[in-house]
Every structure is written in C-alpha cells, then in structure tokens.
C-alpha cells in the first residue's frame, strides 16, 4: 500500500477545497478555479488566496486580552449612549457614537468588531459613527484612556453626568488638554 506524502495530502485537500468554493461561490468560481490549478501545478504557497492574510494572522494572532478589549469599548459605549439616552446632556455632542478602528494599523481589532456587529448581531444597538468600522485615525490608546477612566468608576452602565464627563474627556490626549 503507497502511503500518502504530508506535502500531497495537503495539496490534495487544498485541491478539494477550492474545487467546493467554485461552486458554492459562483461570483468567484473562477479564481477558485485557477486556485485549484495552482495547487495542481506546485505553486508555492504564497501564491495561493489568503495565504498572507493567514501568515500575517499567525504572526500577530487576535488574543483574548485583544476580544475583551474589544468587548469593553462596546460596553463602554453602551454606558456612555445609555447615559444620553437617559438624559445626561453632553458639553461636545456626538463624541460616543463608536467610531471604530483605524484601517492601517488596527485591522484585527476593526474586523473583529465589525464581525461581531455584522455577522454575529451583537451590539447592533450600538450608534456607529460609520458602519465599515474605520475610524481612520489610531484608537487604542484613546479607547483605553477612555476605558481607563471607565474603570475608575466601576465600570457602571448607569452613569452620572460626571462620570459621563470624565468618560468623554478622557478621549483627549493629556498633551492636547487646555
């Protein structure tokens, strides 16, 4: 009995795969096609479609510290809206619509959180600055000054105008503070 070599076992599976999204995907059909062939012919891996995006994905893999990061700057969001909602009046309005990710430099963090509200439903209750989820300007350490703050306080749904003020002004960085 011939065994199977590692190498062609995945090819053929690679093949298999590829052969199955021609049709379940007929917009694309074609390139799965041409992707079977390539996977036919040897081509090197990296040539085969997101193959970089999974490379890229295991060099700087989404964490669970990252997930509940996300998942907090909803929830903070959630706090600072319902605080509106209930009648605390914002000095700056429109600053807790969540206004996402930056595109360039927080990609995993962006796609995460628009797989959640898109594919998953959840926080769909949430105000959206932009439904692709990019903020063009860099986040994280605004979400977590903001967070930071958040946390002082107990990280409350119901906040106080105070709290809520604190919250907001939080997201200017202490150098830009007058």
Request: proline share 5%; glycine share 4%.
């Amino acid at each position: 009995m011939t065994k199977i070599d590692n190498e062609l076992f995945k090819r053929l599976v690679l093949i298999n795969q590829y052969t199955i999204l021609s049709h379940v995907d007929p917009d694309q059909a074609e390139m799965w096609e041409r992707s079977a062939e390539k996977v036919r012919d040897y081509w090197p891996i990296d040539d085969l479609p997101d193959v970089q995006c999974l490379q890229e994905a295991m060099r700087d893999p989404f964490t669970e510290e990252n997930r509940a990061f996300v998942y907090d700057v909803f929830s903070m969001h959630a706090a600072l809206q319902h605080a509106e909602d209930e009648g605390v009046v914002p000095t700056d309005p429109g600053k807790t619509s969540f206004a996402g990710f930056d595109g360039n430099h927080e990609i995993k963090y962006m796609s995460y959180a628009e797989a959640l509200v898109n594919h998953d439903g959840k926080w769909k209750h949430l105000r959206f600055a932009n439904r692709d989820f990019n903020a063009h300007h860099p986040t994280l350490d605004l979400y977590g000054r903001m967070l930071s703050e958040w946390r002082k306080h107990g990280s409350p749904f119901e906040l106080s105008a105070a709290q809520y003020e604190a919250i907001v002004a939080a997201r200017v960085h202490p150098a830009n503070r007058t």
